[in-house]
């Protein structure tokens, strides 16, 4: 198994001082190299679970297995390297840092890992169709260069899991398809497992197995 | 790629706020480094000019008016003491070099103080190690002069250049008796630059400069103790003759040499140099401390060590500018790390988002810190760097110009070691300055600055 969730459970509170639950999963799993689609309106938690499998928030309760670890039984700093290490993450809004070109961000997230490989960097970017831009900062690029760029930064640590949060919402419609499939097929090429949430049916038909996240998401109140 | 690069990156993406930052640190640290390269340099030139002789004896009244007038030729001599007492000290046996100088008189063009002296004066190692070096000659005749470097710069003069010179006091009488240049001095960074050397048998032979008989006789009775009489059994043979050239009708002709009588002479210091026993050099301090002290017991002089003199103006005085100075330029640099603060502090709510998206790619929240870290040192430390070099610019460039004005040289390439010491306390300001918002990074909340 790539992921497992059993009975997750998140709440935030509120200013007013109210508990607002998010997450309450009793259980979902994917197994390695499985590509997922999870579909949800806005608000509806996607983005919180995604956080949590990837250690960037932690749970209430429950347990978030990624590839045979609990991550709620690792601390902050052990989050942090698992991270790194095997999840790779793909943004709506791509989140490259401006400052950094192609290259140089695709290393960022290796150079946190602490296995910086210029050519393994460089050969990512080459598939993604950017090996003439690597010099070029994301200002430089399109949107759907950065979007690419974003990509093979996620792909540089050889995940064993991809997390994409609406890779495709930000982009026009004739880069989507192009994304979704690059990112699909990289997928496949290197064996992660792809779980990926948006709330368009477009993408989410172009998906085996399609979950809806609020079948198996049913937050409540919890102590 | 590392933190360094990262850290790097991230000052060139705001560049014009993190130059302007860097600029203002490198404007403290030039300061400081010009005040600390120029500090240094006229603390040298004060305890080297003088170091060469281990005593200087002048009239008794103000050791630092002594020095003052002696070395460094800023000051009206005290008094002066009687030839009869230079040539006592000369004779004895602890001393290498009694080298005896008149002062007072200026030349006619320029203004520059006339030192008249021996020969001997250009033997003496003017600093630790150095000796003068001349174009032309020395000292030889009657009334040959030797040039420092800046008067012949000022005033033109070269070797066979004749002038004149004003008489000290306050009539300003331009004596008729005409010197002729010899020799030009190399330049040496001591106030010997600014300084006519003429014979001390010319200096004497002018009109006025020697005492009148009379006056002569009775101010060496003060000087010793004793009775005019004594003092005229002491030159017995020298008063015959005098009085049958007097009886002859000789005619004072400045134009040509003339015996003065010793008894007329009168020098205004004597620049002493000891001898050193069993190749010892503390035999030297140690000789002229004991001269000193018996000066002190006895007649009318006093005995200086220059050195110490100029050490306890520059600790009383000059001292406390400068470390006025070094807290007005720290103040400068504290100033420029509280811009940096401000800077990194304010452009933490921009970066909020570029620290999530670290943190989100696996950045621990230990290497977000540093990365903070790193720029507030690279941005202080590269300021300071800059400054270092802006510093020594600004002091290569003032050299000349102080140079001209007050005649003290100024190496353009002078370092002074405690600059290194910069370069620490930079970094250490630099911690403090990164902390807080290295801290602010450590503590952004990674869900929050993504989703905003």
Redesign the interface.
């Known amino acids: 198994m790539s992921l497992q969730l059993h009975n997750v459970k998140k709440s935030y509170r509120e200013p007013d001082g109210n508990i607002l639950p998010v997450l309450n999963v009793e259980s979902f799993a994917l197994d390695q190299g499985e590509q997922v689609v999870l579909v949800g309106e806005s608000g509806g938690g996607k983005?919180?679970l995604l956080?949590a499998i990837?250690g960037?928030?932690t749970v209430d309760s429950g347990e978030v297995i990624v590839d045979g670890v609990d991550l709620t039984r690792l601390p902050?700093?052990g989050r942090?390297?698992f991270?790194?290490?095997r999840i790779g993450?793909v943004?709506q809004t791509f989140?490259?840092?401006?400052?950094?070109s192609a290259l140089?961000n695709v290393?960022?997230?290796?150079?946190?890992?602490g296995r910086?490989d210029r050519d393994f960097a460089r050969t990512l970017l080459e598939r993604v169709g950017l090996g003439k831009r690597l010099s070029h900062r994301p200002p430089q690029l399109s949107v759907g260069e950065q979007q690419r760029v974003a990509v093979a930064?996620a792909l540089a640590?050889r995940p064993r899991l991809m997390l994409a949060d609406e890779p495709t919402a930000s982009v026009d419609l004739a880069n989507q398809n192009t994304i979704l499939s690059l990112i699909r097929e990289t997928c496949s090429e290197h064996g992660v497992s792809l779980l990926m949430v948006t709330h368009s049916h477009d993408v989410a038909d172009q998906f085996d197995r399609v979950e809806q996240l609020a079948n198996f998401n049913k937050p409540e109140v919890h102590a | 790629?590392?933190l360094l690069t990262?850290a790097i990156?991230?000052i060139?993406?705001r560049l014009l706020a993190s130059s302007l930052t860097g600029l203002s640190v490198a404007l403290g640290v030039a300061l400081m480094v010009a005040v600390l390269v120029i500090n240094g340099v006229i603390g040298r030139m004060f305890s080297q000019s003088g170091s060469g002789y281990d005593l200087i004896i002048g009239p008794k009244g103000s050791d630092l008016q002594l020095v003052l007038s002696s070395i460094y030729r800023v000051s009206p001599p005290i008094e002066n003491l009687p030839w009869r007492f230079y040539t006592q000290i000369r004779e004895r046996r602890d001393i290498e070099h009694a080298i005896p100088i008149a002062l007072g008189d200026t030349t006619e063009e320029g203004g520059f103080p006339i030192v008249g002296t021996i020969p001997q004066y250009f033997g003496v190692e003017y600093a630790h190690g150095r000796k003068f070096l001349v174009k032309g000659d020395f000292l030889q005749g009657t009334w040959d002069a030797v040039i420092g470097a800046e008067v012949a710069r000022k005033n033109g003069w070269d070797v066979g250049s004749k002038f004149r010179m004003i008489h000290g006091g306050q009539d300003d009488h331009v004596h008729d008796e005409q010197f002729t240049v010899r020799g030009i001095l190399k330049r040496t960074g001591t106030p010997n630059d600014r300084s006519v050397f003429v014979h001390l048998d010319g200096f004497f032979q002018i009109d006025g400069h020697g005492k009148p008989l009379e006056e002569a006789i009775n101010r060496e009775a003060d000087f010793f103790g004793v009775s005019p009489e004594t003092v005229r059994e002491w030159y017995g043979d020298d008063l015959a003759h005098a009085e049958e050239e007097e009886a002859d009708g000789h005619d004072h002709d400045h134009a040509h040499d003339h015996e003065v009588l010793d008894a007329q002479k009168e020098v205004t210091s004597i620049l002493v140099v000891m001898k050193t026993r069993n190749n010892n050099p503390l035999t030297r301090t140690t000789g002229s401390l004991m001269l000193k002290n018996e000066l002190k017991e006895g007649f009318q002089a006093q005995g200086v060590n220059p050195i110490e003199v100029m050490r306890r103006l520059m600790d009383n005085l000059v001292g406390n500018v400068r470390l006025a100075l070094l807290y007005l330029t720290g103040l400068i640099i504290a100033v420029s790390g509280i811009g940096i603060f401000v800077s990194i502090y304010n452009s933490m709510a921009d970066r909020k988002?570029?620290i999530a998206?670290?943190?989100?790619?696996?950045?621990?929240?230990?290497?977000v810190f540093s990365v903070i870290l790193a720029e507030s040192i690279l941005l202080c430390l590269g300021g300071g760097l800059f400054g270092l070099l802006l510093g020594h610019g600004l002091v290569f460039a003032a050299a000349p110009l102080v140079e001209a004005r007050s005649g003290l040289l100024i190496d353009p390439f002078a370092f002074e070691p405690i600059e290194l010491v910069l370069f620490p306390v930079l970094i250490v300001l630099a911690s403090l300055i990164g902390f807080l918002p290295g801290l602010t990074a450590y503590r952004t909340d990674?869900?929050d600055a993504?989703?905003n």
């Open positions: 983005t919180t956080n990837s960037i928030t902050e700093a942090d390297r991270r790194a290490e993450i943004f989140n490259l840092l401006p400052a950094f140089e290393l960022l997230g290796m150079t946190f890992a910086a930064r640590n | 790629m590392n990262i990156k991230s060139r993406q988002r570029e998206i670290m943190r989100a790619l696996g950045a621990r929240r230990q290497t990674v869900a993504l989703s």
